[in-house]
């Protein structure tokens, strides 16, 4: 069974960036998406975009991220990396990975592996 | 973009019970693109039901997942303990974009 292993916790000075990484250990990374997926404190959760290796790594983000998340990955340490620039205090959160599976049966995709988090706190 | 409302924002109930959360879509998703997921305090997210109604594995029969279109619910047939916890659906599109709905907390 795939598991997720997150990056340690992060403080973070306004307006630098952080670079989160998701390690998949026991499983084929390639045949599945990872999704970033943040939760501010006391909030709901937000997804922040994705990216697919199977299909040359495409990426997709979610508007209000997209001019400052960037997600990589790397098939061969098994890798994701979600980035985010310009920070504010309003980044501080806990921030998932998370594996997207397509379930061959029914055609649908869901958020079936999760990491534990990695806080980030963004304060000067 | 599709917006999702959850309903209520707090359930009070007793172990037990039955559960009744909603959640719905600000236009009918494609195909039944929407996910369940519990969130316990303190802990990640897990995945109960997708594509609506499809348990995920190792879900308990409690849970069941119905609606198309614009409305679904999650059915907690009787709650464990363990079942105190929030709740969020997710949709996503045929390009992966996904999207949460606020939540719904279960409360004793």
């Known amino acids: 069974q795939m598991q997720l292993v997150q990056s340690g916790a992060e403080v973070k000075k306004p307006g630098s960036s952080v670079k989160v990484s998701c390690k998949a250990s026991?499983?084929?990374?390639?045949?599945?998406?990872i999704s970033w997926v943040r939760q501010a404190p006391g909030q709901g959760l937000e997804w922040m975009g994705g990216?697919?290796?199977?299909?040359?790594?495409?990426?997709n983000y979610a508007e209000r991220f997209q001019d400052r998340v960037t997600i990589t990955a790397d098939e061969s340490t098994t890798t994701a990396y979600m980035e985010l620039s310009s920070l504010r205090g309003d980044d501080t959160a806990v921030y998932y990975c998370?594996?997207?599976?397509?379930?061959?049966?029914?055609?649908?995709?869901?958020?079936?592996?999760w990491g534990r988090g990695t806080t980030v706190t963004v304060s000067s | 973009e599709i917006v999702l409302t959850q309903s209520p924002g707090t359930l009070s109930l007793s172990p037990g019970e039955r559960a009744t959360l909603s959640c719905r879509a600000s236009?009918?998703?494609?195909?039944?693109?929407l996910a369940w997921y519990q969130q316990r305090a303190g802990q990640a997210p897990r995945l109960l039901i997708f594509?609506?109604?499809s348990r995920a594995t190792g879900i308990p029969d409690r849970f069941t997942g119905s609606g198309s279109g614009t409305d679904f619910t999650l059915t907690i047939s009787r709650l464990e303990p363990e079942d105190f916890a929030v709740y969020y659906c997710?949709?996503?599109?045929?390009?992966?974009?996904?999207?949460f709905g606020p939540g719904t907390r279960v409360d004793i």
């Open positions: 998370a594996r997207v599976s397509y379930d061959i049966l029914t055609g649908y995709y869901s958020m079936d592996v």
């Open positions: 594509g609506a109604s």
């Open positions: 990216i697919i290796p199977i299909l040359g790594g495409t990426t």
């Open positions: 026991g499983g084929t990374f390639g045949s599945y998406a």
């Open positions: 997710q949709q996503y599109d045929t390009s992966l974009l996904f999207s």
């Open positions: 236009r009918s998703l494609s195909s039944n693109y």
